[in-house]
């Protein structure tokens, strides 16, 4: 069949992920491929892996890059601790959540799950109980759930985990690169995310560090890992400095990709990469406020990167992503779950995280529910954002 030249439409990928991806990230894309054996490329893993220690902020070394987007991080961070007739805790608050335990269910695993109503985040003393009812192989837990918009604190969850002879899995896919993540400082043993978010990469690879505690329990598997894929310990062989054994073949442009991406998160500084987020998500939250639109996450728990509102009463909530996607050409997410209908998701993740996103996708919305006859007097939103940011 023939079918014409690639010609997609621009959009402004302000949604739940992709985001939008810098120009440097697609040049380094388009240069040649190397042999994922051949020695220059050998070093760009290596520059990768030295990339991703300084964004993860940890010495582990094993930290990586698997192969396919941030599901595939958390299946390798599952599959490889957990074995069957483990026991885990999976805080369950959102869409993430619930696949973690879907993963460990499928390990084989005793699931102990917490449920947390969407948009809320999990005490840690409700965890401590879990950890003291039975003895506990992981907790499995979302730092940004990206169903809700909620941020999950960490801080002193390692801690707790490791007294009680438990490894710590953390899912950063939401959170990498737009709000502060400590792997060393937190503990947490089993880290990943994925590259499409607030890397600002196209998906495809998946960030991954593994703890010297993580790595003892998977040297003392008894069972192999039921994905071979993902078979953590083979894979380290490949990046492994030294070894370089051939497991399967890299996405060499991916990677390409991912360096140039974390090359542009490392000029900018995470410090002042975590303060754009929290300027932009708040002038865009003072604008959705104005819109009638409340936050679904709970007060001092919101995530800048994702930002998640209810729709207001008596609004249809799909026509008005489609306009902006067809009229406006910006991507913003709807519900998932029981939230289907209820809210929109507006992702400000890296190169998304802009005034210029938030202004236009505010004018954008304005429009859209003036033609539903629910918005306020034209600019009243672009304004209460604009407020923000000359407050500075
Ligand atoms: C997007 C996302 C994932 C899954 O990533 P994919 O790239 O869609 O596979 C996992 N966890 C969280 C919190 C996410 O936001």
Redesign the pocket.
Same mark, same amino acid.
Request: charged share 15%.
């Given at each position: 069949m023939n079918v014409p030249e690639l010609s997609p439409p621009a959009r402004l990928l302000l949604g +739940?992920?992709p985001s939008p991806v810098h120009p440097r990230v697609l040049r380094a894309m388009s240069t040649p491929l190397l042999g994922h054996l051949d020695p220059k490329f050998l070093e760009i893993m290596n520059e990768v892996q030295a990339q991703l220690r300084g964004v993860f902020r940890t010495e582990n070394p094993f930290t990586i890059a698997v192969s396919? =987007?941030?599901?595939?991080?958390?299946e390798a961070a599952l599959v490889n601790v957990v074995e069957p007739g483990d026991t885990v805790v999976v805080v369950a608050a959102g869409v993430?959540g619930n696949?973690m335990a879907d993963i460990v269910g499928r390990c084989g695993a005793k699931l102990v799950k917490i449920e947390i109503p969407w948009g809320e985040t999990c005490d840690l003393g409700r965890i401590e109980e879990a950890l003291k009812a039975e003895r506990v192989k992981a907790v499995g837990l %979302?730092?940004?759930? =990206?169903?809700t918009g909620a941020h999950q604190p960490l801080e002193g969850l390692g801690k707790l985990c490791h007294a009680h002879g438990a490894l710590l899995v953390a899912?950063t %896919?939401?959170s990498l690169g737009g709000v502060p993540v400590e792997v060393d400082a937190w503990g947490i043993d089993a880290c990943y995310s994925?590259t499409?978010?607030c890397l600002s990469c196209p +998906?495809g690879l998946?960030p991954l560090t593994l703890s010297a505690r993580a790595l003892d329990v998977v040297r003392a598997r008894k069972t192999k890992v039921q994905s071979w894929y993902l078979d953590a310990s083979m894979i380290a062989d490949y990046w492994a400095e030294g070894k370089r054994a051939y497991h399967h073949t890299a996405p060499i442009s991916m990677v390409y990709a991912l360096r140039e991406a974390l090359r542009l998160v490392h000029e900018e500084g995470l410090e002042a990469r975590f303060a754009r987020h929290r300027r932009h998500s708040a002038a865009l939250m003072a604008g959705l406020a104005a819109l009638g639109c409340a936050p679904q996450a709970q007060e001092g728990r919101r995530l800048p990167t994702?930002n998640c509102v209810k729709v207001p009463a008596g609004i249809e909530e799909a026509p008005v992503r489609k306009a902006l996607l067809l009229e406006h050409g910006i991507e913003i997410g709807g519900g998932l779950g029981p939230l289907a209908g209820k809210v929109w998701r507006i992702g400000l993740m890296g190169e998304g995280a802009r005034q210029e996103s938030v202004l236009v996708v505010l004018a954008a919305l304005e429009q859209a529910l003036a033609k539903q006859g629910k918005a306020p007097k034209p600019g009243t939103a672009t304004s209460a954002a604009l407020e923000v940011y000359a407050r500075g």
């Open positions: +739940p992920g396919g =987007t941030g599901s595939a991080g958390m993430f696949r %979302v730092h940004a759930e =990206t169903s899912d %896919v939401t994925g499409q978010k +998906p998946a994702l």
